[in-house]
């Protein structure tokens, strides 16, 4: 796998890798493993709001869920 970084980024990655002992891999796999469950959510939340727009998802008001639920004041 490669990827491209810009040269501040990459001067970031390097000094704090030369900091802490680390290599710029182990820092490159942090971030993702840290950040790709919210990727995830942001992908399925716009998949789930264009279902809504073109109708083949429906909604429920929030109050009739907090009434189901017994929370409604």
């Known amino acids: 796998?490669?990827?491209?970084?810009?040269?501040s980024i990459e001067k970031r990655l390097t000094k704090l890798a030369q900091r802490t002992g680390r290599t710029k891999s182990f820092y490159i796999r942090q971030a993702i493993v840290h950040h790709l469950e919210d990727i995830e959510d942001v992908y399925l939340a716009e998949r789930t709001l264009k279902r809504i727009r073109i109708g083949k998802h429906s909604t429920i008001p929030l109050e009739k869920i907090l009434k189901r639920h017994g929370m409604n004041n």
């Not at 796998?1 to 040269?7: A, K, P």
């Open 1 to 7: 796998m490669t990827i491209r970084l810009s040269q």
